[in-house]
């Protein structure tokens, strides 16, 4: 018996010392996964004069290739789309109906939501980061121009065209009909709005994060976090902004893999919507909801 009261107590020591290791190592993985914005808020708030920053992604913001919405849109219009991207049917699905009058509307949400300064030639690719046209070097001919003639835009287009980078040989009608084709999965369809502009940026740039203050929404240019033991030299810029007036409403989810993955949809009050995905831990997520409580939506269960 004492035998028998001397084993049983080993194996009962070992079960909960397994326990208590087991504890130790969730412990030790959710510090390993608890997350602070700390560092991203101190780069973003000299941006943010006047405005309370409550939140700043962790991690770049996608659009995903599936909707709802959009799914219910290729089931009826399967039977009527084309292998080849011809603008004239592009245009017929996305209803536009003058192609001249819709790029000048297309300008619009950017004007306004983005306060980009549309700068003409060489001046606005400037002002968003593009390599200037290097300058002949002394005693060479200068190189030969192409034999094709750029398509001739307005001042603005012209910088608009920069801004995303288009190309200035192919009508921007017909390039900004593709990008609209080929995103009706996650947006409302239009990019003449709130959502399209948004989408435009998130086409033209990677590794833009949201952010949140008490007036508005942010889009920012900024790059993933440095390792621990390499400086910070990240530079944020403002792409894209909206007031938080103009955000109606906004449905988040987990997704199938809850803990790295978090979708949005955002809509705007001039109807349109995007949804967007980001991968964010849990306290990544939390900030989020926390910073948008008050805009109405759908929000995850704990």
Partial sequence: MPGERGRLGRFTDAVLGGVRAAGDKARELRDEFRTSDEPERALVAPLLPGQ???????????????????RQLADVMADELVDSLDPKVLFGLLNIVNPVVWVDAVLAPVRLAAGVLLLPGNAGALAVGLPQAAEPEPGRPPHQPAQRQPIALTEEQEAFRALFRLNQYRPLADQLAEIAYRRRYVFSGDLATLAGSLLLFLERYTGTP?????????LLRMGLRPDADRPDRRQPRLLWSVERSRVARVDSERGMAGLVQFS???FFDDGSWIRLTQPALRDDQSRFLSAIHEIPGQRPTP
Avoid: K
Wanted: aromatic share 4%; proline share 6%.
């Fill in 264 to 266: 949005s949809t955002i």
């Fill in 210 to 218: 949201l952010a949140v203050t008490d007036t508005h929404l942010h």
């Fill in 52 to 70: 309370e920053l409550r939140y700043v992604g962790l991690g770049p913001v996608r659009a995903p290739q599936t909707h709802q919405a959009g």
